[in-house]
């Protein structure tokens, strides 16, 4: 569903790919567990593995999953983009890998990135905006601004609105 006045942008993250990666590897479904697909699976119906490393029982919920999940949520996950660029920003969900140019980033930084990227102060081109790594309140840097707040857990869902040089942060 589109929202009249907004081009919506997907962006694919490291959940996504994890969820992704589980239904290539089902063995991949321990570390994809761990954050998030558990809770992912359940509310599929789909029984959680008992022990989350026997072959057996990843299979059966790799299975159960692929016939449980509808085909358009699995086509939305897999349509999502690595990184939208806008004006003098460009978006990704978790950072860019210092010394790269963007049009040479691969999907496995800007999804899972993190030390290397937050401890930089490289000049990437663009102002980076990103999630992946929580903080109290919104971060802004020269290079980049994170806007991770944790909603999971603190309940501060953190958007930011820009408009030319004016940037506005947006709490719940």
Known sequence: MQNAGFEEIHLMGNHEDALLQFFADARSGP????YGGL???ASYGVRPPR?????????????????RIPRDHLDFIRRMKLSHEEGGYVFVHAGMRPGVAL?????QDLMWIRDEFLNSTADFGKLVVHGHTITDAPQVLPNRIGIDTGAFYSGKLT????EGEEREFLQT
């Open 31 to 34: 570390n994809w567990f761990a």
């Open 39 to 41: 809770e992912t699976l």
């Open 51 to 67: 022990f989350s490393t026997a072959e057996e029982d990843l299979n059966r919920a790799q299975h159960e999953f692929a016939d």
């Open 103 to 107: 049009a040479e980033q691969i999907g």
């Open 159 to 162: 958007a930011l609105a820009l």
